[in-house]
C-alpha cells in the first residue's frame, strides 16, 4: 500500500500554515512521503482546487491520501470529510473541492466528528491532517466518521453541441495566464479555429509554432483544448477568465 500524503491548500509558504499541517503529520503518520500539490491556489478558490486535485490525484499510485485544504467556511457548520474514491483516500471539506474527483469514481464517504478543542479558524491542522495520517496509517472509514450523503457539488460545467459547433467553456487559468477549456481535443475538427471573446484563434501543435506575442490554442497536457500567447498571458491579452464561452468546430462524426 501506498505511504504517500498529498497536500494541496491556499495556504501560500510565507507563514506557518503548511508546516504546522506537516508537523501533524509526520508526528502521527510514521514514515508517510509528504508530497506538495500546491499551496498557491488563489485564496478561496474552491473551483480552481477543485480542477487541480482533479487533474493530480490520478498519477499517485493506488492507496495515497490526499488531503485538501481550501475552506472559507472553516468553523461553520459545513461538514468536514473522509472519502474513498478509485482507490485513493480523501480528505477535505465539503464545499465542492472533491467535485472532479466525485465525477470521476464511485465514492464511499464518512462525516467527520470536529474535536471540541479544534481551532475554529485552523481545521487543516485540527481536523484533517489527524484524519489523513489515520487514513495513510490503514484506518477504516467506519473508525473515522459516520457515512454522508448529499455532497456539495459545483455547478457542473458547460458543454454542448450547437449544430456543427462544440460549446465549452474556460475551466481554469493557470500560474502563466493560459486558459484551460473542457473542449475534449479529440472531439475538436483538425484545423479548427477556436472563438473566444470575440477573436478567432488558430490551433497549433505547441507554443513554438507561433511568432512572440501571438495567440495559440493547442491540445494541452490534460487531453483539452488550451489557449496561451507564446511569452505573455491569454487571460490578459483576450481580456477572458473563467467561465467564458470557447466555440470550435466539432469533428464530424463518422
Given at each position: ?45 474552491i473551483a480552481a482546487a477543485s480542477y487541480v486535485l482533479g487533474r493530480a ?158 495567440v495559440v490554442a493547442f491540445v494541452g497536457s490534460g487531453g483539452t483544448i ?29
Open positions: 500500500m501506498s505511504r504517500i500524503v498529498t497536500l494541496l491548500t491556499d495556504f501560500g509558504t510565507a507563514d506557518s500554515y503548511v508546516a504546522e499541517m506537516k508537523g501533524v503529520l509526520a508526528s502521527t503518520a510514521g514514515d508517510a512521503l509528504l508530497v506538495d500539490i500546491s499551496h498557491d491556489i488563489p485564496p478561496g478558490d490525484w490520478r498519477t499517485f499510485p493506488r492507496g495515497t491520501v490526499h488531503l485538501a485544504v481550501v475552506d472559507p467556511g472553516v468553523g461553520t457548520d459545513r461538514r468536514a470529510l473522509v472519502a474513498q474514491i478509485g482507490g485513493h483516500g480523501f480528505v477535505a471539506p465539503d464545499n465542492g473541492i472533491l467535485s472532479d474527483v466525485l465525477a470521476a469514481a464511485d465514492a464511499k464517504v464518512v462525516r467527520l466528528a470536529i474535536p471540541a478543542d479544534a481551532s475554529r479558524t485552523f481545521h487543516g491542522r485540527d481536523v484533517f491532517a489527524p484524519a489523513a495520517a489515520r487514513l495513510v496509517r490503514g484506518a477504516a472509514l467506519t473508525d473515522l466518521g459516520t457515512p454522508a450523503a448529499d455532497l456539495v457539488h459545483l455547478p457542473p460545467r458547460r458543454l454542448r453541441t450547437e449544430g456543427a459547433d462544440l460549446v465549452g467553456q474556460v475551466v481554469h487559468v493557470d500560474r502563466f495566464g493560459t486558459l484551460i477549456t473542457n473542449l475534449p481535443g479529440d472531439a475538436v475538427a483538425p484545423g479548427a479555429a477556436l472563438a473566444v471573446g470575440g477573436r478567432a484563434v488558430p490551433m497549433a501543435g505547441t507554443f513554438a509554432d507561433v511568432a512572440a506575442g501571438a488550451e489557449i496561451a500567447v507564446r511569452d505573455g498571458r491569454a487571460d490578459q491579452v483576450l481580456g477572458v477568465t473563467r467561465g467564458i464561452d470557447v466555440r470550435a468546430a466539432a469533428k464530424p462524426r463518422p
